[in-house]
T-cell receptor
Framework: GAGVSQSPRYKVAKRGQDVALRCDPI?????LFWYQQALGQGPEFLTY????????KSGLPSDRFFAERPEGSVSTLKIQRTQQEDSAVYLC????????????FGPGTRLTVT | AQRVTQPEKLLSVFKGAPVELKCNYS??????LFWYVQYSRQRLQLLLR??SRESIKGFTADLNKGETSFHLKKPFAQEEDSAMYYC???????????FGKGTTLSVSS
């Protein structure tokens, strides 16, 4: 079956532009997570959804970052007025149960801000 | 402060040699610990969880609460084990995974 998919796989944005990153979780997965992975670092938690409810957004680095999952399936991570420090790989993961049991990761979106 | 520490950035071993990838954590409660692996040009995938006490692809990891460690071990490394390995922690009642910086394992013949 299809795994977690993310689009675009690569995004180059000029500083100050807004970007939107999409995540399609595995069908039926209740939980969805976003992580940010800077070069040479491990993934860092951004936010967590259970169905359409955003239950934890403690990892979002600033109010320029916004995530939504309006129908409890596809999720979008939006970054407004991108800065160079936003350059990273953005990973989406989903799981069928609450919490990180058996989290399945997508391939990531590599964002480069120039 | 680093919650999950993987002290080695790179570990190089020969095929057939034993492997130990170190992971230490900082958490006063009862953690859940995981090892994730990322092979070249593939996505991050769960290798094993401490709660399952399982062996996957010949790898095992034991949670040592006294030493706050969760080292990943394999008695005989194979070339196909070459990958990036991440140790991750989840706090009791938490949702987020806290990852270490990762260790690249390189197995050569």
């Amino acid at each position: 079956g299809a795994g977690v998919s993310q689009s675009p796989r690569y995004k180059v944005a000029k500083r100050g532009q807004d970007v939107a990153l999409r995540c399609d979780p595995i069908s039926g997965h209740v939980s969805l997570f976003w992580y940010q992975q800077a070069l040479g670092q491990g993934p860092e938690f951004l936010t967590y959804f259970q169905n359409e409810a955003q239950l934890d957004k403690s990892g979002l680095p600033s109010d320029r970052f916004f995530a939504e999952r309006p129908e409890g399936s596809v999720s979008t991570l939006k970054i407004q007025r991108t800065q160079q420090e936003d350059s990273a790989v953005y990973l989406c993961a989903s799981s069928s149960r609450q919490g990180p049991f058996g989290q399945y990761f997508g391939p990531g979106t590599r964002l480069t801000v120039t | 402060a680093q919650r999950v520490t993987q002290p080695e950035k790179l570990l190089s071993v020969f095929k057939g040699a034993p492997v130990e990838l170190k992971c230490n954590y900082s958490y006063s409660g009862s953690p859940e610990l995981f090892w994730y692996v990322q092979y070249s040009r593939q996505r991050l995938q769960l290798l094993l969880r401490h709660i399952s006490r399982e062996s996957i692809k010949g790898f095992t990891a034991d949670l040592n609460k006294g030493e706050t460690s969760f080292h990943l071990k394999k008695p005989f490394a194979q070339e196909e084990d070459s990958a990036m390995y991440y140790c991750a922690l989840r706090e009791l009642g938490g949702t987020a995974l806290i990852f270490g910086k990762g260790t690249t394992l390189s197995v050569s013949s």
